[in-house]
């Protein structure tokens, strides 16, 4: 490959001037030498369209205003997050489990008697009181406590949950549908 080492040497001479155009612009001696580095990396890449006999400085000097300018309108749209807080207020919780869970709790509540779903649902889903539930179901107070605590312990037993409490905690990690 032909690199012609009189243009090279042109633009090695330049980058003093680049760097000093970089700073003026930037104000930060680390963002001036990317600039210039991109402005270099641009520059070598495109060499075949710098027309010889035209000002290479003014080619160059261009070269680094539009990388800034570019730079700029980027960094615009960009939202500063060192400690990631911004990005960890974007992030959702994964919903597969609860659909696994859910769909536990739906073979769960089909293998209970209807008399027994029919009450778990009125009271434990639809935040009936028992007193409501009896009313509706047209029984007693007592047959209504029975239907729901028989419920709630075949459920949690078709469901594979040994404790109550860990309920919560199963149907997050993704219960198994027991069929």
């Not at 991109?38 to 160059?60: P, V």
């Not at 028989?150 to 459920?155: G, I, K, P, V």
């Amino acid at each position: 490959m032909y690199v012609d080492t009189d243009w090279r040497d042109q633009v090695v001479a330049l980058i003093p001037a680049l760097r000093a155009f970089a700073w003026s612009i930037s104000r930060n001696g680390a963002d001036a030498d990317d600039l210039v580095q991109d402005t270099l990396i641009k520059a070598w890449s495109h060499r075949d369209k710098f027309e010889t006999g035209t000002n290479l400085r003014a080619w160059l000097f261009t070269i680094l205003r539009n990388t800034y300018y570019t730079s700029m309108v980027r960094r615009r749209r960009e939202v500063r997050d060192e400690d990631d807080q911004h990005a960890r207020a974007l992030t959702f919780q994964p919903t597969q489990e609860w659909g696994l869970a859910i769909r536990a709790l739906q073979v769960g509540l089909d293998q209970l008697p209807p008399e027994h779903r029919e009450a778990l649902i009125l009271v434990g889903a639809a935040g009936l009181s028992y007193e409501e539930a009896a009313e509706i179901c047209g029984c007693a107070l007592g047959t209504i406590k029975s239907r729901v605590n028989r419920a709630r312990a075949r459920l949690l037993k078709v469901m594979d949950i040994d404790n109550p409490s860990d309920a919560i905690t199963a149907t997050r990690e993704g219960a198994s549908i027991g069929v």
